[in-house]
T-cell receptor
Framework: DGGITQSPKYLFRKEGQNVTLSCEQNLNHDAMYWYRQDPGQGLRLIYYSQIVNDFQKGDIAEGYSVSREKKESFPLTVTSAQKNPTAFYLC??????????????FGPGTRLTVL | DQQVKQNSPSLSVQEGRISILNCDYTNSMFDYFLWYKKYPAEGPTFLISISSIKDKNEDGRFTVFLNKSAKHLSLHIVPSQPGDSAVYFCAASWLGGGADGLTFGKGTHLIIQP
C-alpha cells in the first residue's frame, strides 16, 4: 500500500527540548512538505523540499529545521527556539516534475504538545 | 494578508440537500485550485481540483466551479451525506511558485444534519 506515514501520532515535549517528527512516503514523490495547523486556522507551510538534499523555507520556518537525505524521508525538528510549538503537524508529498499535478497527499499528522 | 479566504467558518445542511462551500482568492497568479476534506486529528484528504483553464470540474457527488473574473470558487456536494461532515479546506497554487506549498484557506466546518 502506498502512502505517507507520520510518527508518532501524539508527542509530548518539555519546554526547552528539541524534538524530531518523522515523515516517510513510498509514493515515489519528489516533493515533500511540512505544514502546521492551529485551531481555527488553515494549514501554514513550514518547509518544503523539491528534491533530495534540497529544501526551502516556507512561511513560518523560524524555530524549525529539516533534512532530506533520502527521497522517502523528510524529518522535521522542532527546536527550543520555536516559541509556540504546540500544534498539529502535517506532512505531505506530491509529484513535482513538470507540474504533472500539484495535488498534495497528506499523512495522518502528529499532535505535539509542549508541557 | 490572507490570499485564500473561506468566509464561512461553519455551514449546516440537511442530509440529502446540496452543500455549497465558497472560497475567494486575491492572488490573480493562482492557476490551480484544490479542495481537501479533513476529519479531526487526521490529515486532509484530497477531494477535487480545477485548473484555471476550466470553469467546472465534476467527480461523482462533488463539483467545483471556478469564476476567474470574480476570483471565486465553490464546491458543491449533492446529495449531502452524514459522512460529509468535516472541515473543508480550499487551497491554491501558481505556476511561478513551482513545487512549493499550497496556500490554504482557514476552512469551513460542514455539518450534515439528519
Amino acid at each position: 500500500d502506498g502512502g505517507i506515514t507520520q510518527s508518532p501520532k501524539y508527542l509530548f515535549r518539555k519546554e526547552g527540548q528539541n524534538v524530531t517528527l518523522s515523515c516517510e512516503q513510498n509514493l515515489n514523490h519528489d516533493a515533500m512538505y511540512w505544514y502546521r495547523q492551529d485551531p481555527g486556522q488553515g494549514l501554514r507551510l513550514i518547509y518544503y523540499s523539491q528534491i533530495v538534499n534540497d529544501f526551502q523555507k516556507g512561511d513560518i520556518a523560524e524555530g524549525y529545521s529539516v533534512s532530506r537525505e533520502k527521497k522517502e524521508s523528510f524529518p522535521l525538528t522542532v527546536t527550543s527556539a520555536q516559541k509556540n510549538p504546540t500544534a498539529f503537524y502535517l506532512c505531505a508529498s506530491s509529484f513535482s516534475s513538470g507540474r504533472i499535478t500539484d495535488t498534495q497527499y497528506f499523512g495522518p499528522g502528529t499532535r505535539l504538545t509542549v508541557l | 494578508d490572507q490570499q485564500v479566504k473561506q468566509n464561512s467558518p461553519s455551514l449546516s445542511v440537511q442530509e440529502g440537500r446540496i452543500s455549497i462551500l465558497n472560497c475567494d482568492y486575491t492572488n490573480s497568479m493562482f492557476d490551480y485550485f484544490l479542495w481537501y476534506k479533513k476529519y479531526p486529528a487526521e490529515g486532509p484528504t484530497f477531494l477535487i481540483s480545477i485548473s484555471s483553464i476550466k470553469d467546472k470540474n465534476e467527480d461523482g457527488r462533488f463539483t467545483v466551479f471556478l469564476n476567474k473574473s470574480a476570483k471565486h470558487l465553490s464546491l458543491h456536494i449533492v446529495p449531502s451525506q452524514p459522512g460529509d461532515s468535516a472541515v473543508y479546506f480550499c487551497a491554491a497554487s501558481w505556476l511561478g511558485g513551482g513545487a512549493d506549498g499550497l496556500t490554504f484557506g482557514k476552512g469551513t466546518h460542514l455539518i450534515i444534519q439528519p
